[in-house]
């Protein structure tokens, strides 16, 4: 019989879920200024495991737009790497059919994560016009991670928070995907095949901040909002 302590049980994913939620209140103001619709790049993994969570996402999405449509609304742009060096991405779109539309036309191929090029893509858009949120769904990270720290460090210069939601148990991808949340400004969360509904629930919640900013999302309560809130940098005096 050994008497090596027993390894603390990670969290259940729904806690974990509640756990990130409670972090966002500390956010700096996002809202767009003049007036306009807040600007969030939707970027997903695409390489051949990724479909049954893809199939997910497009039943998901609308809940961005939904969510936002009291506060101005909300542009979203459709990014995803695939197959061989593939990385493509819509123009900023701000009706839910024409995103899901162009969502169901994608079948996802084998290949190696992109996620350095996809970090690039979004530093481009945000240098053009400020991007108020990076959302990044995901399983894996197969490059090395400190080049994509540093994008995921000049994003954070740009204003342009990143939003990990992983889904999987990998501890290494988790590791990864949890600096570049917290060196951007953003936050991490992991989910599972199961908990759809927490993800719904993280969608509407960073949709909420990109359309309206840290007070929007306050006032939008519930476990998402909250563990996003704590998280996040507190902002400047």
């Given at each position: 019989?050994?008497?090596?302590?027993?390894?603390?049980?990670?969290?259940?994913?729904?806690?974990?879920?509640?756990?990130?939620?409670?972090?966002?209140?500390?956010?700096?103001?996002?809202?767009?200024?003049?007036?306009?619709?807040?600007?969030?790049?939707f970027a997903m993994?695409?390489?051949?495991?990724?479909?049954?969570?893809?199939?997910?996402a497009c039943r998901?999405?609308?809940?961005?737009?939904?969510?936002?449509?009291?506060?101005?609304?909300?542009?979203?742009?459709?990014?995803?790497?695939?197959?061989?060096?593939?990385?493509?991405?819509?123009?900023?779109?701000?009706?839910?059919?024409?995103?899901?539309?162009?969502?169901?036309?994608?079948?996802?191929?084998?290949?190696?994560?992109?996620?350095?090029?996809?970090?690039?893509?979004?530093?481009?858009?945000?240098?053009?016009?400020?991007?108020?949120?990076?959302?990044?769904?995901?399983?894996?990270?197969?490059?090395?991670?400190?080049?994509?720290?540093?994008?995921?460090?000049?994003?954070?210069?740009?204003?342009?928070?990143?939003?990990?939601?992983?889904?999987?148990?990998?501890?290494?991808?988790?590791?990864?995907?949890?600096?570049?949340?917290?060196?951007?400004?953003?936050?991490?969360?992991?989910?599972?095949?199961?908990s759809a509904g927490?993800?719904?629930?993280?969608?509407?919640?960073?949709?909420?901040?990109?359309?309206?900013?840290?007070?929007?999302?306050?006032?939008?309560?519930?476990?998402?909002?909250?563990?996003?809130?704590?998280?996040?940098?507190?902002?400047?005096?």
């Open positions: 019989m050994s008497n090596l302590p027993e390894k603390p049980k990670a969290p259940p994913a729904s806690a974990a879920v509640s756990d990130f939620l409670k972090r966002v209140e500390a956010m700096p103001q996002a809202r767009p200024a003049n007036g306009r619709r807040g600007r969030l790049v993994d695409a390489t051949a495991s990724r479909q049954p969570s893809w199939d997910r998901l999405q609308g809940e961005m737009f939904q969510a936002t449509r009291d506060m101005g609304g909300l542009a979203v742009q459709l990014a995803y790497y695939r197959g061989f060096m593939e990385l493509a991405a819509t123009p900023f779109l701000t009706d839910s059919a024409e995103l899901t539309r162009r969502m169901s036309g994608v079948q996802c191929l084998g290949g190696q994560t992109q996620i350095g090029r996809l970090l690039q893509h979004v530093l481009n858009e945000s240098r053009k016009e400020r991007v108020n949120a990076l959302v990044f769904v995901g399983d894996a990270v197969e490059e090395p991670v400190d080049p994509l720290c540093h994008l995921a460090g000049q994003l954070g210069l740009q204003g342009t928070p990143i939003f990990v939601f992983h889904e999987g148990d990998s501890a290494e991808a988790g590791a990864g995907f949890k600096q570049l949340a917290k060196i951007s400004g953003g936050a991490y969360a992991p989910f599972n095949a199961a927490a993800l719904a629930e993280l969608l509407r919640a960073v949709a909420v901040f990109a359309a309206g900013g840290r007070a929007a999302l306050t006032r939008l309560g519930g476990p998402a909002a909250q563990r996003i809130a704590g998280q996040l940098p507190a902002p400047k005096r």
